[in-house]
C-alpha cells in the first residue's frame, strides 16, 4: 500500500537557522550574541506537558508514555517485559487494545507532532500489537483494592459499559451487567464485522474483564423484564451505556418498503449469522464507517443461485425469521454494491483506506447525491432508490431539477445514523433520542445515576472507553460519600513523573516543592519540575524539529482484495506488524513535552551547567537532566536546542 506524505510539510521544516527575511549574515551575528551574552534572571525548567496524540485520544491512552516503553526509553520493574509493561500502561485506559488497534480511526495519529515532519507515527499498529501480544500471553487483569461493598448497576454490554465494569471492579466495586443481548460487546460483536475484529481476540478481551469478578445478565432488558425502579432499589449506583443500537430509517417516500432495511439490523443479522445472502444489488446509503462495513459485507455475501422459499429473503432473515440453510447448498454469485454519499467521496465521514478498499473491492461509491425517495413495485417491495444531485440554502436541501435518476436494488440499507430505543426508560429521553450529562457524565437531578457512550453522544469506540473512565471517578467519589471533583482542561490518563520518583525509592517533599525549586541541592524534591499536563498540549511550534531526520513509518499489510476475491472472503485483512517494526516506529515518536534523554541540552550548554543526573538518582525517563545554578547564565541555549519542548526558560516569571 501507497505511502503519502506532506511535501509541503517536509520542505517546511528545513535546515535552515535562520528567519524569512534574514541573511546567513544577520543570524550568525545573533548566535554569536547568544553566546557572548553574560546572564539573566531566568534558569531552565522541566516542563512536563501532553502530547497532541494523547490529548486528541478521546479514551485518554498514556500514548507517549507506553511509546516510551516500547522504545526502551522507560524500563520495565524488574521480572517484567517491556511488552508484559506497555500492555499495563495501554490498559489502565483502555480495556480493548486489541480492538481498537484495528478498528480505531485513530484521532491520536491526525494530532501527531510528526505530521509537521513527515508522516505521524503509527500509533495505532503499535497498540494492535501489544493487544495481540496480551491476547497470545493470556494477559489477566487483577485488582488490589478492598471490595468496598457497593452494588453498581450497568446497564449495556458495549465498550462503555464493559469499560465501566472494568474500572469499577479495579476500584474495588461490585458490578452486575444488564443487556438484552445473548452475548457480551454491544457494537463490537454485533456492529463490526468479524473480519475486522476477529471473535475470538474480542472474547479474549471481554472475558479479561468479566474474570474480574464482573456479574453478568443477558437477554435482560431494563424496562421490561425488570423495571428501573427495581434496579434503583437493589443497586447503590447505576451507568447506563445502552448504546444507540436503533437504526435510523431513511426519511423517504417509499422506505417503509419490507426490503428497507437499517445498518445496525443488517450488521445484527450478519453478526448473528443469520444473514447469508443479499440478492443481486444492493444500495446502501450513508458515509461514514458504517456505511462502509454494510458495503464490504454484502461484497462477501453476495447472492445464490438457488433462493429458497420468501422467507429467506435478506428483508425477512433480518427481521428475524429463521432461514434455511440455502447459502450452503448453492453456488455464491457477486452482488453489485452501490454506496451512495451526500458527502462527496474525498468529503466522506468514513476512513480513507477503508473507502479505498471498498472501491478497490469493486463497491461503486456515488457521493454528492441525496436520495428523495424509494421506488415500490405492486407488492410493495422496493425495486430501486431515486437519487438527485443537491445543493444547500441555509439548511435547506434543494434539489436540482431534472438530475433525478433511480438506482435499481433488491436491498437498500440505511446508515445514516442510529438512536436510542428508550422503551421503558422514557423519562431519560431528552426528545433527541439521547440522554443528558454533566461534565462528570451524572444525569442531572440523580446524583447516583452516570451515563456513557452513544447513548450520551454517539461517536467512536474509544470515545465511550472514555466516557466511562470520567464516569467511573465520579461513581467512585459518589460511593465514598466524597464531592465530585471539578475534570482537568486535559482530561486525559497523565504520565505521573513523581509516581515515577517514588516507585524508585526517592522521598518527595511535596509541601516544600514550589518553594524550593531555586535550588540544585535538595535531594527530596524534583529539582525544577512542573507538571503542566492538566492544562497544556504541547504544538509543534513548541519543538526543535530540525533535530528529527526523515524516516518513513513502517505500516501494516493490508490484504487487498478485488471484486472475485471479496466473494466469501471472511478473513481478517488488517496484518500486525513484527516487533522489530513495533520498535522502529516506536522511535519514530518524538515524545513531545517530554525528555527522551537526546543530550542536546548537555553538548550545547557554553557553561556546562546542564548535567546528566546519576543513575542511583535517575528514577526513569523524564528525570535525566539538571542545571547547576551556580554555572547557569540563564542564555537559553538548552531550551532551544531541546527537540521535545521539555526545557523552558522559567523559574523567574
Known amino acids: 500500500?501507497?505511502?503519502?506524505?506532506?511535501?509541503?510539510?517536509?520542505?517546511?521544516?528545513?535546515?535552515?537557522?535562520?528567519?524569512?527575511?534574514?541573511?546567513?549574515?544577520?543570524?550568525?551575528?545573533?548566535?554569536?550574541?547568544?553566546?557572548?551574552?553574560?546572564?539573566?534572571?531566568?534558569?531552565?525548567?522541566?516542563m512536563l506537558s501532553t502530547p497532541p496524540c494523547q490529548g486528541s485520544c478521546p479514551a485518554g491512552e498514556d500514548i507517549r508514555g507506553y511509546?516510551?516503553?516500547?522504545?526502551?526509553?522507560?524500563?520495565?520493574?524488574?521480572?517484567?517485559?517491556?511488552?508484559?509493561?506497555?500492555?499495563?500502561?495501554?490498559t489502565q485506559a483502555n480495556p480493548f487494545p486489541g480492538v481498537m488497534g484495528r478498528v480505531c480511526p485513530a484521532p491520536c495519529e491526525s494530532g501527531c507532532n510528526r505530521n509537521m515532519v513527515e508522516d505521524h507515527v503509527g500509533i495505532n499498529s503499535v497498540e494492535h500489537f501489544i493487544g495481540d501480544w496480551g491476547i497470545e500471553n493470556n494477559m489477566a487483569y487483577t485488582s488490589t483494592a478492598p471490595e468496598s461493598g457497593k452494588k453498581v448497576a450497568v446497564i449495556g454490554a458495549g465498550p462503555a459499559g464493559l469499560a465501566a465494569a472494568y474500572q469499577l471492579r479495579l476500584r474495588g466495586h461490585g458490578v452486575t451487567i444488564f443487556d438484552e443481548h445473548e452475548e457480551l460487546g454491544g457494537m463490537m460483536r454485533y456492529g463490526i464485522p468479524g473480519f475486522r475484529t476477529p471473535r475470538e481476540m474480542?472474547?479474549?478481551?471481554?472475558?479479561?474483564?468479566?474474570?474480574?469478578?464482573?456479574?453478568?445478565?443477558?437477554?435482560?432488558?431494563?424496562?421490561?423484564?425488570?423495571?428501573?425502579?427495581?434496579?434503583?432499589?437493589?443497586?447503590?449506583?447505576?451507568?447506563?451505556?445502552?448504546?444507540?443500537?436503533?437504526?435510523?430509517?431513511?426519511?423517504?417516500?417509499?422506505?417503509?418498503?419490507?426490503?428497507?432495511?437499517?445498518?445496525?439490523?443488517?450488521?445484527?443479522?450478519?453478526?448473528?449469522?443469520?444473514?447469508?445472502?443479499?440478492?443481486?444489488?444492493v444500495v446502501v446509503i450513508g458515509g461514514g464507517d458504517t456505511s462502509i462495513d454494510v458495503a464490504t459485507v454484502a461484497r462477501r455475501l453476495g447472492n445464490v443461485t438457488k433462493p429458497g422459499s420468501h422467507d429467506d429473503r435478506p428483508e425477512n432473515v433480518i427481521a428475524g425469521h429463521m432461514a434455511s440453510d440455502v447459502a450452503s447448498i448453492s453456488a455464491r454469485e457477486g452482488a453489485e454494491v452501490v454506496l451512495v454519499s451526500?458527502?462527496?467521496?474525498?468529503?466522506?465521514?468514513?476512513?480513507?483506506?477503508?473507502?479505498?478498499?471498498?472501491?478497490?473491492?469493486?463497491?461503486?461509491?456515488?457521493g454528492g447525491v441525496t436520495p428523495v425517495g424509494v421506488v415500490v413495485d405492486a407488492n410493495g417491495r422496493a425495486t430501486a432508490l431515486r437519487v438527485a444531485d443537491f445543493v444547500m440554502e441555509g439548511k435547506e436541501t434543494k434539489i436540482v431539477e431534472g438530475t433525478e435518476r433511480d438506482l435499481p436494488a433488491d436491498l437498500i440499507v440505511s446508515a445514516i445514523g442510529q438512536g436510542v430505543d428508550f422503551t421503558g426508560l422514557e423519562q431519560f429521553n431528552n426528545n433527541n433520542g439521547l440522554m443528558k450529562a454533566d461534565k462528570n457524565y451524572r444525569f442531572p437531578g440523580k446524583e447516583h445515576i452516570f451515563v456513557g457512550g452513544d447513548v450520551l453522544r454517539p461517536h467512536l469506540l474509544t470515545t465511550a472507553i472514555g466516557h466511562a473512565s470520567i464516569a467511573v471517578d465520579g461513581i467512585d467519589a459518589f460511593l465514598k460519600g466524597q464531592e465530585v471533583d471539578k475534570r482537568p482542561k486535559v482530561?486525559?490518563?497523565?504520565?505521573?513523573?513523581?509516581?515515577?520518583?517514588?516507585?524508585?525509592?526517592?522521598?518527595?517533599?511535596?509541601?516544600?516543592?514550589?518553594?524550593?525549586?531555586?535550588?540544585?541541592?535538595?535531594?527530596?524534591?524534583?529539582?525544577?519540575?512542573?507538571?503542566?499536563?492538566?492544562?497544556?498540549?504541547?504544538?509543534?511550534?513548541?519543538?526543535?524539529?530540525?533535530?528529527?531526520?526523515?524516516?518513513?513509518?513502517?505500516i501494516r499489510e493490508v490484504t487487498v482484495l478485488d471484486k472475485e476475491g471479496a466473494l466469501g472472503n471472511f478473513e481478517e485483512r488488517l496484518h500486525a506488524l513484527s516487533e522489530k517494526a513495533v520498535v522502529d516506529e516506536a522511535k519514530r515518536c518524538m515524545s513531545c513535552g517530554q525528555c527522551f534523554e537526546c543530550d542536546n541540552c548537555v553538548v550545547y550548554c557554553p557553561q556546562t551547567a546542564v548535567f546528566k543526573v546519576k543513575k542511583k538518582d535517575n528514577p526513569t525517563v523524564g528525570r535525566y537532566v539538571d542545571t547547576d545554578y551556580s554555572k547557569c547564565i540563564g542564555c537559553h541555549i538548552c531550551a532551544d536546542v531541546c527537540p521535545t519542548g521539555y526545557i523552558i526558560m522559567g523559574m523567574g516569571d
Open 1 to 46: 500500500m501507497a505511502v503519502t506524505t506532506n511535501k509541503a510539510k517536509t520542505e517546511g521544516v528545513s535546515w535552515r537557522r535562520y528567519k524569512d527575511g534574514e541573511s546567513e549574515q544577520d543570524y550568525r551575528s545573533s548566535q554569536e550574541r547568544i553566546f557572548q551574552s553574560s546572564w539573566t534572571h531566568k534558569c531552565p525548567e522541566y
Open 67 to 90: 511509546l516510551n516503553i516500547v522504545r526502551g526509553i522507560e524500563k520495565p520493574p524488574a521480572g517484567v517485559t517491556w511488552q508484559e509493561y506497555a500492555f499495563r500502561r495501554v
Open 202 to 281: 474480542l472474547d479474549a478481551e471481554i472475558n479479561r474483564i468479566i474474570a474480574l469478578g464482573v456479574e453478568t445478565r443477558l437477554k435482560t432488558r431494563i424496562g421490561s423484564d425488570i423495571s428501573f425502579e427495581q434496579i434503583e432499589k437493589d443497586f447503590d449506583a447505576i451507568f447506563m451505556a445502552m448504546g444507540a443500537q436503533a437504526g435510523r430509517p431513511l426519511p423517504v417516500p417509499g422506505a417503509e418498503a419490507p426490503n428497507c432495511v437499517t445498518a445496525v439490523a443488517f450488521l445484527r443479522a450478519f453478526n448473528e449469522g443469520r444473514l447469508q445472502h443479499v440478492g443481486n444489488r
Open 342 to 366: 451526500r458527502a462527496t467521496v474525498d468529503k466522506m465521514a468514513a476512513n480513507k483506506h477503508e473507502v479505498e478498499h471498498a472501491q478497490q473491492e469493486g463497491i461503486e461509491i456515488i
Open 491 to 554: 482530561d486525559v490518563h497523565h504520565f505521573d513523573q513523581i509516581r515515577k520518583w517514588l516507585e524508585a525509592g526517592h522521598e518527595y517533599n511535596c509541601e516544600i516543592h514550589g518553594e524550593a525549586w531555586g535550588t540544585s541541592e535538595r535531594k527530596d524534591i524534583l529539582h525544577n519540575f512542573e507538571d503542566r499536563s492538566q492544562r497544556h498540549v504541547i504544538p509543534h511550534n513548541d519543538l526543535f524539529l530540525g533535530h528529527f531526520p526523515n524516516v518513513a513509518r513502517n
